[in-house]
């Protein structure tokens, strides 16, 4: 990807987790249809993806004004015509999304800086808009049973709580939990750097 535009947010850990994230991603996707990403952020992630997946139409959706911005900033700069417009949504309001149907659902680092509720919303709302066997993505930090958490994570959850004590690292087990609670399969878990996970869910 080139250099930002000058509106746009960017991110040097997007720039070295985009292509071990599409490797995982890519292959789990749909052939054609509409991926839906909730609280893309600054956009590099839906920019990035949506030039290698011409096939799909990608829309990426912020609660964060600033985010919407930097996002309109990079599809003006990609001018990837299956790169929609993008969309405010509120991940712990899934009564108010603005997208009725998806055929995939991407969440990439939102779990573990935002509140418990917003992944209730993720899961709630993601279960509702997905048809049967369609894939729920993850990509971020967790807690597993029986793994030891790496130091590094260790001091990312504590920066969090100290941020917000509502944010931190999530076990991933009471996400699955939770997931299967609305409806999906447990999850298809893949390692990735930085001490990060692909978790991907099905609709069952």
Aim: hydrophobic residues 45%; charged residues 20%; contains cysteine.
């Amino acid at each position: 990807m080139s250099q930002p535009p000058t509106a746009a947010r960017s991110s040097p850990s997007t720039a070295r987790n985009r292509e071990p994230i599409l490797a995982v991603l890519a292959p789990r996707l749909p052939a054609s249809g509409l991926v839906l990403e909730i609280a893309a952020g600054a956009g590099e992630h839906a920019a990035y993806c949506a030039a290698a997946l011409p096939g799909l139409s990608w829309q990426p959706t912020d609660p964060d004004p600033r985010a919407l911005a930097s996002i309109a900033a990079w599809r003006d700069h990609a001018a990837l015509l299956n790169l929609l417009p993008p969309l405010r949504l509120d991940a712990d309001d899934p009564d108010s999304w603005p997208v009725e149907r998806a055929d995939a659902v991407v969440n990439i680092n939102m779990i573990h800086i935002s509140p418990w509720a917003a992944t209730e919303g993720l899961m709630r709302g993601a279960a509702a808009i997905l048809p049967p066997g369609a894939p729920l993505y993850l990509y971020g930090p967790y807690r597993r049973a029986g793994v030891p958490t790496a130091p590094s994570n260790e001091d990312f959850d504590r920066s969090l709580r100290d941020r917000n004590p509502e944010w931190g690292l999530r076990e991933l087990e009471a996400v699955a939990a939770l997931a299967a609670s609305a409806g999906f399969t447990p999850p298809a878990v893949t390692e990735m750097p930085a001490n990060n996970l692909s978790v991907v869910f099905r609709r069952g």
